[in-house]
């Protein structure tokens, strides 16, 4: 493995990184975002296309024989008000699809992603002379709606630049800064996102007698929701009902024809998301025959993703690279109930994938708060609006761990 040093490059991406953060853009409407990197990636002397997937960017350098490793960052920020007190904090507020005015930050760290490939881009385009084969990078929106990568494949992507070998990603976690964190087979929770509709029947709310109240019976069903993982799913499994959102009514005097809920369910292996959903659906049924219900509940799944699983024998190779570079900064890694839709670019290629994280907390406050059981109170995490990575070394460790991993195959290591 060739010796790796970007600390000149950090000096340059870093206003890159910050400009990004203070312009966080939503799903789909990365505009920006991605004319930025499509601009960097072909100063560097690499083939750009943008508009894949809608807002998504592609860049391929041919350097020799080889084979073709795919490294992607994905760019689109959530609808969240930044509350991190940074002087480059976001400031941007839009109108969401929903006609609602939220505040957008990059709260997940997509933005530190773009700054890594940018990059590793560099670097890798800097030292050429030692390695050979030819890079694919990705730039993919709307990650956090389970729906870019997709997308960009099914914008024809492997078509039109070639299919890879292997298939590379990242991201930040709320981990000590310099720390990068592994593990083979299932990573990521799969998701399923699930919209319910109580049918009850209006009417006065003096008179409740004469009506099926949908806010009692969405009550109900939000308690006994709780149960679901608790009594359907043993304890040897990993599985997360989360609801997220509850409407129902216009006015205290009123009682509502309907309710809706919106939920979240992770899981891991096939048959725990069988047992979730079936019991989900006896419970929203149940409900409303217990409140009397004239109509059956509506249950809608609004989007779905698979886990993501990690290819054992090339997340071995990379495990071992990140041994030799990086020394005793890697460190395993739990599962993670959140999800992610990486495994679309793998699945669509038929190749080996590894995704992997890299630490951007505070050394010394993570440590403390860990010695302190406080890690949940005082290390903000992904999605929270205080959630910020510390530049450095987060942008060098990221930067060193892509081109450690893509060098495993271009140099012939893999």
């Known amino acids: 493995m060739t010796t790796i040093d970007v600390g000149d490059l950090v000096g340059e991406l870093v206003p890159v990184y910050e400009d990004l953060h203070a312009h966080p853009e ?3 409407a990365e505009h920006r975002t991605a004319g930025i ?3 960097r990636l072909r ?7 943008d508009g894949v997937g809608r807002t998504g960017v592609v860049a391929t ?4 024989p080889g084979p073709c490793v795919l490294l992607r960052a994905d760019m689109d920020a959530l609808p969240v008000a930044e509350e991190t007190g940074l002087a480059y904090a976001s400031r941007v507020r839009v109108t969401d699809h929903g006609g609602h005015d939220v505040g957008v930050a990059h709260a997940c760290g997509h933005d530190m992603h773009v700054t890594w490939l940018l990059g590793a881009a560099a670097e890798l385009v800097r030292t050429r002379g030692a390695w050979s084969g030819r890079l694919l990078l990705v730039v993919q929106p709307a990650e956090e709606v389970g729906a870019g990568a997709q997308t960009m494949v099914d914008d024809d992507l492997f078509g039109r630049f070639g299919r890879p070998d292997v298939c590379l990603g990242q991201h930040v976690a709320p981990a000590p800064a310099g720390m990068v964190l592994h593990r083979s087979g299932p990573v990521m929770a799969g998701a399923d996102s699930l919209h319910i509709r109580l049918r009850g029947r209006g009417g006065h709310g003096a008179s409740p007698e004469l009506a099926v109240d949908p806010v009692v019976m969405a009550a109900s069903t939000v308690l006994r929701l709780q149960t679901v993982v608790s009594r359907n799913v043993a304890a040897t499994e990993a599985a997360v009902v989360t609801v997220g959102t509850i409407h129902a009514g216009t006015k205290e005097n009123i009682i509502a024809d309907d309710a809706e809920l919106t939920l979240s369910v992770r899981t891991f292996r096939p048959h725990v998301r069988e047992q979730v959903m079936a019991a989900i659906e006896r419970i929203v049924h149940g409900e409303a025959h217990a409140a009397g219900a004239d109509h059956e509940p509506e249950i809608t799944v609004t989007g779905s993703f698979p886990p993501l699983v990690n290819s054992e024998e090339a997340t071995a190779t990379v495990a071992g690279a990140f041994g030799e570079h990086f020394g005793d900064r890697v460190m395993p890694l739990p599962l ?4 992610e839709d990486f ?3 793998a699945a669509a290629a038929g190749c080996p994938s590894v995704f992997w994280f890299v630490g951007g907390t505070d050394a010394d406050l993570w440590t403390r ?3 302190e059981n406080r890690l949940a109170q005082d290390v903000p995490w992904n999605h929270s609006p205080r959630f910020a990575p510390v530049q450095h070394p987060t942008i060098e460790t990221g930067i ?5 991993a893509a060098r495993c195959w271009l140099e012939g290591d893999g």
């Open 343 to 345: 495994g679309a670019f």
């Open 336 to 339: 993670v109930t959140a999800s």
């Open 369 to 371: 708060a860990f010695a």
């Open 400 to 404: 060193e761990a892509l081109v450690v």
């Open 61 to 64: 350098l041919e350097n020799g």
């Open 26 to 28: 939503l799903s789909f």
């Open 37 to 39: 990197a499509a601009e």
């Open 43 to 49: 100063s560097l002397g690499f083939e750009v296309a």
